[in-house]
């Protein structure tokens, strides 16, 4: 069981993965839709990994709060309805879960940031 961050701006969408982290047995932190908000829960929670939109409303992009969990080596997938090269050259490591997604894709993309933390 890993305690996963959800930063997502689309509360269908954010219910959604929330339900099928806590279907694959794990501790959904959030979901939150601010970059601000998940900078506060990144200082304040225990967390083991995270699933980060990467463009938000009001023109707000997470990466303060990859840029946060980077550097406590907190693993993270960002999650885009755009084109992989729209996401900054600085996190071409990071796994992309592409929208829209199926239970299946978000299941495996854990699978890829999961195995630092299980």
């Not at 225990?46 to 840029?67: E, K, T």
């Amino acid at each position: 069981m890993a305690r996963i961050l959800v930063v997502e701006d689309e509360l269908i969408l954010a219910l959604t993965i929330e339900e099928i982290l806590r279907d694959e047995g794990h501790v959904v932190v959030g979901p939150v839709a601010r970059p601000g908000e998940a900078l506060a829960l990144i200082e304040a929670q225990q967390i083991d990994a995270a699933l980060l939109d990467v463009r938000l409303r009001h023109g707000d992009v997470v990466y303060p709060a990859a840029d946060a969990l980077v550097e406590r080596a907190i693993p993270f997938a960002f999650m885009t309805a755009y084109a992989a090269d729209g996401i900054d050259a600085r996190y071409a490591e990071h796994e992309v879960l592409h929208k829209p997604f199926t239970d299946r894709d978000v299941k495996r993309v854990l699978r890829g940031i999961l195995p630092v933390v299980q």
